[in-house]
T-cell receptor, first 115, second 116 residues
Framework: AQSVTQPDIHITVSEGASLELRCNYS??????LFWYVQSPGQGLQLLLK??????LVQGIKGFEAEFKRSQSSFNLRKPSVHWSDAAEYFC?????????????FGPGTSLSVIP | GAVVSQHPSRVICKSGTSVKIECRSL??????MFWYRQFPKKSLMLMAT?????????EQGVEKDKFLINHASLTLSTLTVTSAHPEDSSFYIC????????????FGPGTRLTVL
């Protein structure tokens, strides 16, 4: 069965430090991959997505993610974290490429930023 | 970018009453809308997928008679929680897929339902 795992439930980093949030998926084919961020009281905002092509994708707010097919991973990175990045981050996998179908969300990683 | 609104943002109701939540795509046509439920500190659980003009497809374990979904137009889907009980209290989030952008969903801000 398809699944998405985010091994880190909670991460704390200092402001200005680098960040990497891990995401692994289980799927028989190359999926569509997404990272969303959810701030308290806010809706989900798309940070970036991978459909095909260059495996290193750039997103908003200085985030990037790299698709590694051999590792079934799509880790999110940011070189220097800002206090405003504290939020819940969800990795998601879209399963069908030709029509709308399920998007499965990972369990989420909660990010805290120390001033 | 595409904007999705939800109304109301918060609702408190008595046990046994029904509550309707609206999800609207404001500046695009949404062929498909999705309804999720999110428990505190948890991920999003897909409840159902609704396509304009057809019946919703419910995920396993979701009671279709409890959670009525209507997708009457390309910009509006509604979720009605019928005979709500305290265990239905949750954060309900809708998302909409824009025609031509396969698998990308745009999310509404969510509705906090509290059943007393």
């Amino acid at each position: 069965a398809q699944s998405v795992t985010q091994p880190d439930i909670h991460i704390t980093v200092s402001e200005g430090a680098s960040l990497e949030l891990r995401c692994n998926y289980s799927y028989g084919a190359t999926p569509y991959l997404f990272w969303y961020v959810q701030s308290p009281g806010q809706g989900l905002q798309l940070l970036l997505k991978y459909f095909s092509g260059d495996t290193l994708v750039q997103g908003i707010k200085g985030f990037e993610a790299e698709f590694k097919r051999s590792q079934s991973s799509f880790n999110l990175r940011k070189p220097s974290v800002h206090w405003s990045d504290a939020a819940e981050y969800f990795c998601a996998v879209g399963l069908i490429k030709t029509s709308y179908d399920k998007v499965i969300f990972g369990p989420g990683t909660s990010l805290s930023v120390i001033p | 970018g595409a904007v999705v609104s939800q109304h109301p943002s918060r609702v408190i109701c008595k046990s046994g009453t029904s509550v309707k939540i609206e999800c609207r795509s404001l500046d695009f046509q949404a062929t498909t809308m999705f309804w999720y439920r999110q428990f505190p500190k948890k991920s999003l659980m897909l409840m159902a997928t609704s396509n304009e003009g057809s019946k919703a497809t419910y995920e396993q374990g979701v009671e279709k008679d409890k959670f009525l979904i209507n997708h009457a137009s390309l910009t509006l889907s509604t979720l009605t929680v019928t005979s709500a009980h305290p265990e239905d209290s949750s954060f309900y989030i809708c998302s909409a897929g824009e025609r031509g952008t396969y698998n990308e969903q745009f999310f509404g801000p969510g509705t906090r339902l509290t059943v007393l």
